[in-house]
Structure formats: C-alpha cells, structure tokens
C-alpha cells in the first residue's frame, strides 16, 4: 500500500547490500551491510505505524546508535507523488508514525527521508487514512519504482557524503 512506501525503500536498499532481514530483540526485524564501507542497519518496525517508535526506541537502545544517526524513511500524502523531502529534523507533520518516533524518542531531532505518496489520485470524498492504505493504481507504478530507486540512492547519498548534500540532489521534484 501507499503506507508501506518506508518498507518498500528498505526493500531495495536490502537488495542492493545483498542482505536479509532477520527477527530484532523487539517488534523490529533488521538487517546489517555496508555502505561505502560504513557499516548500516536497516530496520522494519513489525508494529502498527502509529507505534513504530517503540520498535525503533527498542532498536537504538540496542544497537546503542542516538537517534541523530537514525534516518526515518515514511510515506508523506502532503506531497505530489514521487516527491523526495529530506529534512535534519521537525515536526511529524502528520504522520502518526513519525509523530511515534517523536514521542518515543522524546526529540525531533532525526534525519527523515519522506516519499510523496499524492493526493493527487485520491476520490474527493476518500478519507486519508484508506487513501494511503490503498495499492498504487497501475498507472503510478513507473512513478513509485523511480521514487523508491531514487531514495534508495538518497540514502547511499547520506551515509557516503552526509545529508547536507544528500538534501541539495534530492530536495527537489522528479
């Protein structure tokens, strides 16, 4: 569904490190490879999306990382489809799963990579919350596989050479 456009993202990266992802010590499952070199772990909370901060405060605490080297990567309904954000830190904008992480971690004070899901397809009288529990229609999916690729190469981008530059390839429309 359009919620699971995070999921989808850690999909590819996964792919691309040649790793799979096994059971956390949480509601989290992860996965470990390397990036330029650097060690990351992706993380899939297995919890509902507006309780993913418990799994992800379990997964710092025990993978002892604070939360500004975390990279939040959520769908976004406020953006046109497609539609690549980066931010250091802020609000939750909206989004309960964000606004979890916020709560959990008792900070705003993470990188978060938001992947525009669009309104633009959404009937008039849809409420948000089917609408971004919804498939994709067929005629987005060039659109989404090109979003999920270029934030997979987003997150290459921060780990590699930060998130200042990171934010000035990717902060702008596809």
């Known amino acids: 569904t359009r919620h699971n456009t995070g999921f989808m993202v850690i999909e590819e990266l996964a792919t691309r490190l ?10 989290y499952e992860y996965a470990e490879g390397s990036i330029g070199g650097l060690p990351v772990t992706l993380l899939a909370p297995a919890t509902y999306m507006n309780a993913s901060g418990e799994a992800v405060l379990d997964a710092l605490e025990h993978f002892r990382v604070p939360p500004d080297r975390l990279l939040v990567i959520a769908d976004d309904l406020a953006l046109p489809l497609g539609t690549l954000r980066l931010r250091g830190s802020g ?24 992947c525009g899901i669009g309104r633009e397809g959404r009937p008039e009288k849809e409420a948000a919350a089917d609408f971004v529990l919804s498939p994709f229609a067929s005629d987005e999916e060039e659109a989404v596989r090109e979003m999920i690729l270029r934030a997979a190469d987003a997150v290459t981008t921060i780990v590699e050479s930060g998130l200042a530059l990171a934010m000035t390839v990717y902060n702008r429309a596809p």
């Open 91 to 114: 609000s939750d904008g909206g989004h309960n799963g964000l606004a979890s992480v916020i709560y959990q971690l008792e900070t705003e004070g993470f990188p978060r990579l938001r």
């Open 18 to 27: 040649r790793c799979t992802a096994r059971p956390g010590k949480g509601e």
